[in-house]
Structure formats: C-alpha cells, structure tokens
C-alpha cells in the first residue's frame, strides 16, 4: 500500500504542495533537454544527408569548445576565436570528405560507421596532445554572455532561471529555426533533403555529394561549437564534455534518426520526463541516478511500439 | 613488409619488455590522463613523475639503484586497469592502481602475485588492517578516516550536535563513491543525524541538476561529495548556481582541485576539503625539482604550488621512502616486491623525516606497521578563498576507537567471501 502511494499519490502531492519547484524541475528539464535537442540535431543532419551513423558527434563538441579556449588562451580575441574555430571546423569538415568518406563512397553502412568510431579515437589522440587533459574555463564573459540569475518569487517559493540557461535555450531556438529555413528556404537545404530521399536520384539530377558531405559536417561542427559552449559554461571543457553526447542517443531512438523534428521533440521530451522521474519517483524509490537508464527505457517503450521512432520514416521493402 | 615487422616488434618490445631488460626498480603507475577523469590525473601523476625524475637525477636513483617509473594510461576504466596490471606484473616491485575500482579488481590478486598495492588515500578503507591486506597499503589515511574527520568538522567537536541533521553524500555512482557509505551509515546511527545519499552516473557529471534540485528538495545542513573528475567542477558549478551556501559544502581530498575551483572563482568562497597534504611553495623539495627537473624541460606540470600537484609528490615520496626502507631492511639496492611489501609495512614518516627530505608540513607524520597498512596520519580542512586553498583547520584526526571495529569486521568479511584467504595471525 505504501508502495503504491509512493507510485501514484505522494509524487502528485509533492507537485500541488511546491509549484515553484515544479516549475524548478521542468525548467532544468526544458535546458537540459533543448541541449540533448541540439547534439542529436548534429547526428541526424549528417544521417539525412548521407546514411552514416556520425560517432564522432560527441567529440567533435569537445573538439570544437577546446579550440575555442585554446585560441583564446592564445590570446586570441574571443570572437575572433569563434571565427576561427569555426574555420578549423570547417577544414575538420573537408578533410573528414576527402581522406576518410570519399574513399569509402559505395561501402557498406557499417564500414562508414566503424570510419567515425576511427575519426574519434583521432580527435581524441589529437586534442589531447594540443590541449591537454586539464579542465578548462569556457570563455563565457568574454563572449559576453551574461552570467547572472533571474530570481522568481512563483506562489509565494523560488524559481531561479539561470542567465546563461536562457542564452542557451534562446540561441538553441534560434539555430534550430534557421537550420530548418535552410533546409527547406535554400537550394542547397533542399539538395540536402533530396540526398537524404533517394541518394540515387540527386546525384543523377547533378547534385554533388561531395560538397553536402563537406557542407553537412561543418554544419555538425557548427552544432557541436554552440553545444560546446553552452555545456562548457556550466561545469567546464574538458573530454568528460564527450560522454554528454551519449545522451543524445536514447534522443534519436526516440525521435528517429532522420527527423529534425523528431529530434527536437525527443530531445525536450525526454530532458524533461527524465527529471520529473529523477526527482518525484527515481530518488525516492530507486535511490536515485535513474537519468542513467530512464531515457533508454522510455526509447526503448517507444520502439516496440514505433520501430522507427516517433518522427522517423516508415520503411516498407519489398521482399 | 619485412622492415615494418622488425620495426613492430622493436617497438612491441620497447613498450612491454623496459621494465624487464633495464637495470634498476621497476615501479609503473597505472595513470588516467585521458578520459572524464583527466583533470584530476594530470597534476598528480606530474607530481609522481617528477619526484622520481628528481630521485634519478639527483641522487642517481634510491640507494644508488634508478627508478624506473613508467606509466600505463587506464583512462581510470577499471578493464584497461587490469589490463595494465597483468602486462606490468612480472617485473614490478608495486602496482599503483589509482582508482578504488582497479583496487578492488586486483586485490584478490595480491596474495599470489605477491605484488604490494600502494593506494595513498584511496581504495578499500579496510585495507588498513594488515593482518587481513597482507599486501595492501592505503596511507596515509583512508576514505573512512576522510569520512569520520568530515563529521566531526560539521560537528566542530560536538558529535552530539548532529542529532536530528540532516547531511547529504553527494557521490559519484563508482566504488570510489560509494566507499565512505558503511563507516557514514553507522556514524548516522551512533550521533542521530539523517544521512541522504545522491547519487551520480557518470553521464550525468556535468549536467547535475537533477541532484541539486533533490538537494534542494531534501534541503541538507551540508552536503558531502565523494567526487573525482569532472564531477567535481560539475557539483561546485551547480551548488553556486542554486545558491547552496558554500561553506556548508565539503569535499573528500579529491575533491579539492584548484583547477575545479576556479571554474567558479570568487562564488566558491568558502568551500572546503578535507585534506592529507598541503602545498608548500616554499619547500626545499621545490628548489631540488627546479635545479634538477623544471630548469631541464623534464617536467610537464603546469602548476607546481597546486593541491594536487604537491600530492603528487607525497605520494612517489612515500613510495620512494617505503623502497629506502626495503633497501635498508634487505640490505640490497636491488630490491623485489616482496622485499619492498616489508618497506611499506615500516615506513616511519616523522617530522624529522620530512625536514630532511625538505617537505615539513606537506603531509602530516605517519608511521606504517604490520597491522596497520594506513598509518591513519589525519588531515587539514583546505578552504577555497576565491583565488586558491587556504588552511582552514588544525590537524584533524578520525575516529580511530569508532572506525577500527568496522575495519575489523568488513575486513574479515571480505576474507571470508575470498576464502581461503591467507590471514598473518601473528601482527600485533
């Protein structure tokens, strides 16, 4: 009996008796979950465009926020080692086409992934070497995003909204909107969209896959420099910044590989759910950590019921 | 094809075989300078690394014998640990696992490889008692020491006023975390305070909210945190952002890295950590490193007045002085692991000691015996002042007549679950 109080009653009494701290966990959960949104977005526009399964997604975050205060500590300006990193992000981009995918054009899917599993162990092996394996501080201030908090006094309790957290929502958004008007406003969004539906076909209409390759890693470098940023403000960058990344997966079995919205969706989905688990039933029933394997579950419901996740495209062959 | 053969297998047995056709002591250190944990690695095994750098230029070595320190990198993943373990066995006098879940793994292995396990402040709390850890060492203080002098800090000497607390054990979700549970679970049932555990994967080190908003929902007089690596500077972002008073915040050694801290600088005012080593820049130790290490390029440290860093070369020092001793002993340079097992088993750190290797006040004086593998030396509090850690506290000491009886019984616990375990009956 007790049990099932803690199940189904205590839980929903907690939320009507501290609204404010309700509104607490969903707003944690809505940040976390716009950033689990952004990683994922990084691996379905690469999958879209070109089938590969893009395991070097997390470490291209670290890779990206590691540049960025490397060249700053260089003494480098802080904007200016934006444009910069966002430069090597963009030779990152090319040379991954040229030395790693175009040799590979036609190979099995899995041979295309085993190469991004190669490209992290490299970019592991190289950053560490350049920049080391110390934690760094993110170049926030210097990039003048604000720092402070907004302090909330909702039913007479707390709600504090972190500066830095609405700069991070505010620009996922913002990035998340202009990605779609590019892939549905410009001729090189649609040529994207077209590789992703029948490969055979756009290349047969002169699309080159070549260049979208080269265009939707830097796209991905983009991504992972703004994720790096805004999870390198809240506890440093450093190569633990990789294992984040592992989130966005249970991410993309929910939403679907190939969906944009699916990953956005899937990502607030399950930034807030894992929390509002985490904190009214994982901590008092389970004795907590269940952020580990809640959004695995919560995937994994979902597939048997929708094998292609929520947004994912059905797939029909025939036999 | 034939020359990369010969050159595969000149380099195969340059990797494996050093330790093996050099002459002199081999001691590896199985080291995490890759991976989530780096940051906390890195300053330590500099520190390791340039003690015994400083030994073999100075001195030519321990006893006239050099050291042959090498590292193996486990990424602190407890399969690569062993793995290190196994390749490095044959020829080395000790295994440092640097990680309490490496510890665990290989501790089984100790009494037939009889290789002695040098764990400084970390690994299984009970390896203290000798009688049952014949080749386990863990000074110059254990996690459970760590635990017992946090509570008493918290109770500032009054452990009747926990009763009706509430303290919260923030800890990493790894035996490393969990380690201090036993001795805090049975010091919340003596003094009467409440003792909430949270958690925390590895997945989530950097993005704690969810722990901070249960700590905000608990709402703890302090929390403790069991952290190591990114965890740390992930619990101290979180804990300024929630506005949790920092000087209700306290840390276990490892979690007193002034890099993690200046992740926060001035907001992180107040925090405190447990300590067994302080920084002394003004060492004599640090002329000897500069003259023979720093000035000739050989040391990579970035920070040589850090926590970590100093600790780092406590800890070589006690490995270095633990083979002196075996030297002595034995009256050979050239030293097995079995002969440096005696060395560890008398290490006499005095204050006298520490003056001659000029290191006084870098850690506090200790003495190892038969029975007692720890040496239970005590602590400081450290505490962040917004730019580094400051000495916050006196010697502190654990509960020795609290904690030696949980040492006794989980001790033969473990024996008892590895049995047939050899036990020497006749330390006293």
């Keep these: 009996m007790e049990l099932l109080n803690k199940i189904f009653v205590a839980p929903f009494a907690d939320m009507i008796a501290a609204p404010d701290f309700l509104m607490q966990v969903l707003w944690e959960g809505l940040v976390s979950g716009v950033l689990y949104s952004l990683i994922a977005l990084g691996f379905v526009l690469i999958f879209r465009s070109s089938r590969i399964f893009n395991f070097a997604q997390g470490i291209m975050v670290v890779f990206a926020a590691l540049t960025l205060v490397g060249l700053h500590e260089m003494g480098v300006p802080a904007w200016i080692s934006v444009a910069l990193t966002l430069g090597v992000m963009f030779l990152l981009a090319v040379t991954i086409e040229r030395v790693v995918l175009r040799p590979l054009v036609g190979q099995p899917d899995i041979i295309l992934f085993m190469a991004t599993i190669g490209i992290t162990l490299f970019l592991i092996g190289f950053g560490e070497i350049i920049f080391g394996g110390e934690n760094k501080v993110m170049i926030t201030s210097e990039l003048g995003i604000p720092t402070g908090d907004i302090v909330l006094e909702p039913f007479g309790g707390l709600l504090i909204l972190q500066h830095i957290d609405i700069t991070a929502v505010l620009v996922a958004a913002t990035l998340v909107v202009s990605l779609l008007l590019f892939l549905n406003k410009t001729r090189m969004g649609r040529a994207i969209r077209a590789l992703g539906d029948d490969h055979q076909a756009a290349l047969s209409v002169g699309i080159s896959l070549q260049t979208i390759w080269v265009l939707v890693w830097f796209i991905a470098g983009i991504i992972a420099l703004v994720t790096g940023i805004a999870w390198g403000s809240r506890a440093g960058v450093s190569f633990a910044l990789e294992v984040i990344a592992y989130k966005a997966l249970p991410v993309l079995m929910l939403g679907g590989l190939e969906s944009i919205t699916g990953a956005i969706i899937g990502g607030l989905m399950i930034g807030m759910l894992e929390k509002l688990f985490e904190i009214y039933w994982g901590a008092p029933l389970l004795g907590g950590n269940t952020e580990s394997w809640f959004a695995y579950v919560l995937a994994l419901v979902v597939l048997l019921f929708r094998p292609q996740g929520l947004f994912g495209e059905k797939i029909i062959e025939r036999v | ?428």
């Design chain 2, 1 to 428: 094809m034939k020359t990369f053969r010969t050159l595969a297998l000149a380099t195969a047995v340059s990797l494996v075989g050093v330790g093996a056709m050099a002459e002199g002591i081999f001691a590896p250190n199985l080291t995490y300078r890759t991976g989530p944990f780096a940051a906390t690695g890195i300053p330590l095994m500099d520190g390791q690394k340039d003690y015994m750098t400083m030994l073999n230029e100075r001195d030519g070595g321990i006893g006239g014998v050099p050291i042959m320190f090498e590292e193996c990198e486990t990424g602190y993943s407890t399969e690569k640990g062993v793995e290190c373990y196994e390749r490095t066995k044959a020829n080395a006098v000790v295994t440092q696992p640097w990680s309490t879940g490496i510890t665990l793994q290989v501790l089984p292995k100790t009494n037939t490889d009889m290789i002695p396990i040098l764990a400084p402040g970390y690994g299984f709390s009970p390896m203290a008692n000798g009688k049952v850890f014949q080749w386990a060492f863990n000074p110059p203080a254990s996690y459970w020491d760590a635990a017992s002098m946090i509570v008493q800090d918290i109770a500032a000497g009054d452990l009747g006023s926990l009763n009706g607390k509430k303290i919260a054990l923030l800890h990493l979700d790894h035996p490393f975390g969990k380690e201090p549970i036993p001795v805090l679970e049975a010091m919340a049932a003596e003094y009467g305070f409440e003792l909430v555990l949270i958690p925390v994967g590895l997945k989530e080190m950097q993005n704690q909210s969810a722990q901070w908003l249960q700590i905000r929902k608990e709402r703890p007089d302090n929390v403790v945190m069991w952290g190591w690596g990114a965890m740390n500077a992930g619990a101290i972002t979180e804990a300024v952002k929630t506005k949790y008073p920092m000087d209700q915040f306290i840390g276990v050694w490892w979690s007193g890295h002034d890099a993690d801290l200046k992740q926060v600088g001035e907001a992180g005012k107040g925090y405190k950590s447990i300590s067994w080593s302080m920084p002394q820049p003004d060492a004599p130790l640090l002329a000897d490193l500069k003259t023979h290490v720093y000035d000739k390029g050989m040391s990579e440290a970035e920070d040589t007045n850090a926590v970590f860093y100093q600790r780092g070369l406590v800890i070589s020092m006690i490995l270095a002085e633990a083979i002196a001793k075996a030297q002595e002993i034995h009256g050979t340079g050239e030293i097995n692991a079995a002969q440096l097992r005696d060395g560890l088993e008398n290490l006499d750190i005095s204050e006298a000691r520490l003056e001659e290797l000029g290191m006084s006040g870098m850690v506090p004086p200790f003495s190892t015996s038969c029975d007692n593998h720890t040496g239970h030396s005590g602590a400081w509090m450290l505490e962040w002042d917004g730019e580094k850690f400051v000495q916050a506290s006196d010697l502190l000491m654990a509960d020795a007549a609290f904690i030696a009886p949980l040492e006794a019984e989980k001790s033969a616990e473990y024996a008892e679950a590895n049995a047939p375990w050899p036990v020497n009956e006749s330390c006293n």
